[in-house]
């Protein structure tokens, strides 16, 4: 939005009226940044940059809260804010001296300071607070109120003890809801704690109208990152799909050549795949697909990819994972799968037991980078070669590449 016009042909304006101006100006800037991108984290970014910068709302510091559907828990996922009193001069002498924009104090490269640099994200983010838990808390509290909040004084001093200001120490803040519909999905914690400006009920109220604008573009984000991570889930799985597969070893061969770290790559066959269909059924073929689905989910590493490459064959891309921990990995998910009983289908038939348990083997084709392979492709063609020679030498076995 353009700035209010002042030259000598410019009616006179009540304070009123320019603090008005200002505060549209201020909504317009932050709403249009966040309808500029879907990732939440850069959402996130956008709307704590919104609370504490100059052109913003003007906080000294500021914590994002979302709640966890799962395990009901408020997790701090952004914090904005200088780390100290002299910290703060820094970077209010830069302000002074540049006057950024609000969008340059968004860009990429600023999201990936708070996220990785920030003393005091790193320090929040730990912090994880039930809404569901009988003791008493300052977000349980807030979340359950579902209304702006505004704490000084004796207020604040009688939560001293609390999780979050033994962590975020203050003397006055505000916590803000995120509100869409008649659910509560987040909160804002903010306060002036180095320059000590007073909370007035003006920056109460306009806290409150963007983060009105706030909750429904986190709501928005996290509608369409749902879309999106059922586009890249396999359905019958629920293992990542060929497409993701394929974007992913992309991503993570270009970072291991770039950092200089190993990368192992797990072709996985189920043996005699055609023979259970035959004599079983395409059901409960389904049915053991699905229940390797989920072994793999268990015994994998947060930081593996377990894919279903196509049909009976899976993939896992193994992270910093040299040759010899890539080959003691695939044996421990080798000799597991060699061990399970496989729950047997309904009878379909009332009153007679239901069907035999099953037991299946795999067999595996390992390649690692740099050693086998210099590149994406190469790496799955040698993985998938070696996945062959353990299945034509017998199967029920993990295999190296020959590259």
């Avoid at 990732?39 to 003007?58: C, F, R």
């Avoid at 996220?115 to 994200?121: A, D, P």
């Avoid at 061990?339 to 595996?364: K, R």
Wanted: charge should be neutral.
């Amino acid at each position: 939005m353009a700035n209010l016009p002042t030259n000598e042909n410019t009616p006179h304006f009540d304070s009123n009226a320019v603090r008005a101006f200002q505060e549209m100006n201020v909504l317009y800037d932050v709403s249009a940044a966040m309808r500029t991108t879907l990732e939440l984290d850069h959402i996130l970014h956008i709307i704590l940059t919104g609370v504490t910068s100059h052109s913003g709302l003007g906080y000294n510091r500021a914590l994002l809260f979302l709640l966890n559907e799962t395990t009901r828990m408020l997790e701090c996922k952004m914090a904005l804010g200088p780390e100290s009193g002299e910290h703060a001069h820094q970077v209010w002498n830069y302000i002074k001296a540049s006057n950024p924009k609000l969008e340059d104090l968004i860009k990429a490269e600023k999201l990936s300071q708070a996220m990785t640099q920030s003393s005091l994200f790193k320090s929040m983010k730990r912090l994880k607070i039930p809404v569901t838990a009988t003791e008493e808390s300052l977000l349980k509290t807030a979340f359950e109120r579902g209304a702006p909040w505004h704490l000084k004084g004796d207020q604040t001093e009688k939560y001293k003890t609390d999780r979050l200001l033994e962590i975020f120490p203050t003397n006055e803040l505000v916590i803000m809801p995120l509100n869409v519909k008649d659910k509560t999905i987040g909160l804002i914690v903010a306060d002036n704690i180095f320059t000590q400006k007073p909370i007035s009920d003006e920056d109460l109220r306009m806290f409150a109208m963007l983060a009105n604008h706030a909750a429904l573009a986190i709501e928005n984000s996290r509608l369409y990152e749902m879309v999106r991570l059922r586009s890249q889930k396999d359905f019958l799985t629920d293992l990542w799909n060929h497409g993701y597969f394929q974007t992913k070893l992309a991503e993570e061969t270009l970072s291991a050549q770039k950092n200089k770290t190993t990368l192992s790559l797990a072709m996985i066959d189920i043996d005699n795949f055609k023979s259970l269909n035959d004599s079983n059924g395409h059901q409960r073929g389904d049915r053991v697909l699905k229940q390797l689905g989920e072994i793999f989910k268990s015994l994998s590493r947060e930081t593996d990819f377990v894919c279903r490459y196509g049909g009976e064959e899976f993939t896992v891309i193994l992270s910093q994972t040299s040759r010899d921990q890539a080959f003691e990995i695939a044996e421990r998910l080798r000799r597991h799968i060699e061990g399970y009983a496989f729950a047997p289908p309904q009878s379909a038939a009332p009153g007679m037991p239901p069907g035999p348990v099953l037991h299946l083997t795999v067999s595996i084709g390992l390649a690692t980078y740099p050693e086998d392979a210099g590149g994406k492709e190469e790496l799955i063609g040698l993985a998938d070669k070696a996945m062959y020679v353990a299945k034509f030498s017998g199967k029920n076995r993990t295999c190296f590449s020959k590259g």
